[in-house]
């Protein structure tokens, strides 16, 4: 304990507090424009990185990490554009709150939670890294498998009395989720001979065309229909969160930091499963459900304190055993390498001073994104001011620069249009948009976890049952789908009484 | 009010724009001008980060910049594809693979062959390794062929990609022991690969030693397909030794240009690749990641492209006959 307290004299020192606050900067802002992700700003600052003695380094990478991923619930909720891809669940939420004027509330809200999914991601990280560690590494790939279809289920909490629609939805994600190249085979799977398609289709156009494209079209209805100039988006909110606000959703938020810290451990699932995830289950113990999708501070406490715990949760397997969770880790990894530092039990005897810098830089990330973000949602909060007819073109330049940034390919340009049409098309007709999405987040890891565990077993499938973890997880999914398909039989007969 | 707030979205805008659209200059003294690298293996991975490191060379010793393209997936093809519309210039480059460039437009016919660019400098060579969990009690190749010959459907071997010269290599290697049974089974990314190894989700891990050096004691490498062997592990042999000559793979990296690239040009990107690999600072930070800088001439390169492309045509021929 008295370690870490050294650690914080390094990364309180003026340097390493200076770049974690540029990071932090740069982190927000590359994650509330649309497109512009976590990781594309931590691999810009790594050459910058080079130079820096490695607490001052990694004060600056953590911080934009953390940033990035905070970031990009500011655009999902003043726009309904999510800035990030961990942020995708927030939209659920967000537009609805500011569309009632009551931006500033979520944002606050999205500001707290953040800071407080992160904190308890880093204590779980100072304090049993080791051990959960070991722990992560019994995840092979069946038990990603039991992981991905758990997530799965949440489509059932976005489809409640619509699952036909929401399972329609579902499935037609997963078979987008499908184009490319065969995980298994290496064969070209409905690529119809299109070299863009080659590697599947991108997430960030599907995204950003889905959930914001199709809203402007929605809106450029209003403007054919002669309501021209009418400030849509929402109000100028004055009044912020109370702590009351904040001290209801304790459970809530405690219960979405485990989540997305647990979910940030095993690795390659990452902040977009945990952020539906954590949405899911707090609408599943919610007292009012019904309220979700309408607007409510408890959807965006969910989702925001997950999306955070998940930093501090994917840098214990880095950290510990030098493996990393998704790319941005895998990035962060290098920049720890290219200092002379090797991940692994031995960093930790060798250069525990260090370690424990890096430790205190990812605490002190978290007290500067809450203060820079209390700041940046006043001055970023005035957008819903901006008139309609103004906001929308930003918006779908946003939309396009991010769609084009991410592969810089003109491509993606048509698939965020063609996402824009089917999710304006889906709204029409009362399909719900989370579920097409998860299907595509969530099919390329079910599936090639699905197909490589049978490829292990020599194509027997018994191993689900005789792995104890993705055993139990499969089971807790099936009776989470029974529970649903119980529900909904009830519903209709109610109904039709 | 409205009017700074419109002001200041446009400013916004124009700061987004600024990190998507290269600045375009009179032409002079070449390069005058930031040079576009595509980078078609995703962000953070070896090859990216070699890329990183050279650009930060050329940035801080000749003021030049490279901007680093994203343009990952799709087995290097997309990257490779925008390569073949640039402009023969020299301001647009791409760093890729023996891999993408050879094997692949064999396997699938992508528009392209390695042909088609102008070879520039080779920057890297990573020696490929058969790891396996230093507890598993598996001591040499021969011992794992045996083993898997004796338990079947128990042991698997695993490597980063599903359409990749090392799944060739693992099937040319299986000829010599058929009633072995050690499939091929791909993952994502070397990481990843190497958790599923320290996991005991896998029995063998076939990646770049880089991937598995940083584990130190706990993963054994039995063998390395290399031409020579690796000087990390000096006591490891080599495929070629242990089976034939011809069972040699190493996943080779280097910069291309668009055909037709003027001589000039080209020289000059020869030189600075040269001279940025051979500077100590480079030098350092590519030893820290465990990367050995293997430079060689865009002529030499293109010889050994050559010579990758034909020892895989007929393992490439028989496995799209098979699979037909």
């Known amino acids: 304990m008295i370690d870490i307290f050294m650690g914080f004299q390094q990364a309180a020192s003026f340097t390493a ?103 308890f991601s880093g204590v779980v990280l100072i304090t049993c890294a080791p051990l959960l560690a070991s722990a992560a590494m019994n995840f092979g790939s069946a038990e990603y498998f039991a992981v991905a279809v758990f997530a799965l289920t949440v489509v059932g909490s976005f489809s409640s009395g619509n699952m036909v629609k929401g399972l329609a939805a579902a499935f037609a994600g997963l078979f987008i989720s499908t184009i490319g190249i065969d995980p298994v085979s ?125 930093t501090g949760g994917a840098l214990i397997p880095m950290m510990v055993l030098g493996v990393p969770g998704d790319v941005l880790t895998a990035i962060l990894l290098g920049a720890l390498m290219i200092q002379g530092l090797v991940p692994g039990p031995l960093l930790f005897a060798e250069h525990g001073a260090i370690v424990n810098g890096v430790f205190a830089a990812f605490f002190v990330s978290q007290v500067l994104m809450l203060a820079l973000g209390l700041v940046a949602i006043r001055v970023m909060g005035k957008i819903v001011n901006v008139p309609t007819p103004i906001l929308l073109p930003i918006v779908l330049t946003l939309c396009a620069i991010g769609s084009y940034a991410t592969n810089n390919t003109t491509f993606d340009l048509w698939v965020m249009a063609a996402f824009g049409l089917l999710g304006y098309l889906m709204l029409k007709a009362g399909f719900p948009q989370p579920p097409l999405l998860l299907g595509i987040i969530l099919g390329p890891i079910a599936e090639s976890n699905f197909r490589r565990t049978l490829a292990i077993s020599r194509n027997d499938l018994s191993v689900f049952v005789t792995s104890p973890i993705a055993c139990t997880i499969l089971v807790i999914s099936l009776l989470i789908v029974l529970k649903i398909g119980w529900d909904e039989i009830r519903r209709s007969r109610s109904s039709r009484q | 009010m409205k009017r700074r707030l419109f002001i200041s979205a446009c400013a916004l805008l124009a700061l987004a724009m600024a990190f998507v659209t290269p600045a375009r200059q009179a032409d002079a003294a070449y390069p005058d001008r930031p040079i576009t690298l595509i980078m078609p293996f995703g962000t953070g991975n070896a090859p990216d980060t070699t890329a990183r490191i050279i650009a930060e060379y050329f940035q801080s010793k000749h003021g030049i910049t490279m901007l680093i393209v994203s343009k990952p997936g799709g087995s290097g093809i997309p990257g490779l594809i925008d390569l073949l519309k640039a402009k023969p210039d020299g301001y647009t480059l791409c760093l890729t693979s023996a891999n993408a460039l050879t094997v692949v437009p064999q396997v699938k016919p992508c528009g392209f062959t390695y042909k088609d660019f ?34 079947p459907k128990k042991y698997s071997l695993g490597s980063p990609g599903s359409l990749t010269a090392q799944r060739f290599f693992h099937a040319q290697l299986m000829k010599h022991f058929p009633d072995s049974d050690l499939p091929y089974v791909p993952y994502d990314g070397g990481a990843e690969l190497v958790t599923a190894l320290l996991g005991n989700h896998i029995s063998v891990a076939y990646t770049p030693i880089p991937n598995m050096l940083p584990h130190g004691d706990a993963i054994r490498i039995i063998a390395v397909s290399s031409r020579e062997r690796d000087p990390n592990y000096p006591d490891v042999p080599t495929f070629a030794e242990l089976y034939g000559k011809d069972l040699v793979f190493e996943s080779i990296y280097g910069v291309v240009a668009p055909k037709n690239i003027p001589a000039d040009r080209l020289q000059r990107l020869e030189e600075l690749f040269k001279e940025a690999l051979a500077d100590p600072g480079v030098k350092e930070k590519m030893a820290n990641l465990y990367i050995t800088p293997g430079y060689l001439s865009g002529k030499e390169f293109g010889d050994v492209l050559k010579s990758y492309n034909d020892f895989f045509a007929d393992p490439i021929k028989q496995y799209l006959e098979q699979n037909k």
């Open chain 1, 17 to 119: 507090l200076s770049a974690n606050a540029l990071g932090v900067t740069l982190g927000i802002i590359f994650g509330a424009l649309p497109g512009l992700t976590a990781t594309m700003g931590v691999a810009l600052l790594i050459p910058l990185s080079f130079g820096m003695p490695p607490v001052q380094a990694f004060s600056m990478l953590l911080g934009t990490y953390c940033g990035a991923i905070y970031g990009g619930s500011i655009s999902a909720i003043l726009v309904g554009t999510p800035g990030t891809v961990a942020a995708a669940a927030t939209v659920l939420e967000g537009p609805k709150l500011t569309a009632k004027g009551e931006s500033l509330k979520a944002l606050e809200m999205a500001t707290y939670a953040s800071f407080l999914g992160g904190t």
């Open chain 1, 186 to 310: 290496g064969d070209f799977r409905n690529t119809f001979g299109v070299p863009e398609l080659f590697s599947g289709v991108a997430l960030v156009p599907a995204l950003v065309g889905l959930f914001a494209v199709s809203q402007v079209i929605l809106s450029l209805e209003d403007v054919f229909k002669g309501e021209f100039g009418i400030v849509k988006y929402g109000r100028l909110s004055r009044q912020g969160l109370t702590f009351r606000e904040l001290w209801r959703e304790k459970i809530n938020l405690l219960r979405s930091s485990a989540l997305g810290t647990f979910i940030g451990i095993i690795p390659a699932t990452g902040a977009s499963a945990a952020c539906f995830i954590a949405y899911g289950e707090a609408k599943r113990f919610s007292k009012t459900p019904e309220k979700f999708g309408t607007g409510t501070l408890e959807g965006i406490a969910a989702t925001e304190s997950s999306n955070n715990a998940v």
């Open chain 2, 118 to 151: 102008t070879s520039v400098a080779q920057l890297a060579v990573f020696t490929m390794g058969w790891g396996v969990k230093s507890d598993s009690g598996i001591t040499s190749v021969d011992d794992l062929m045996a083993k898997a010959k004796a338990h």
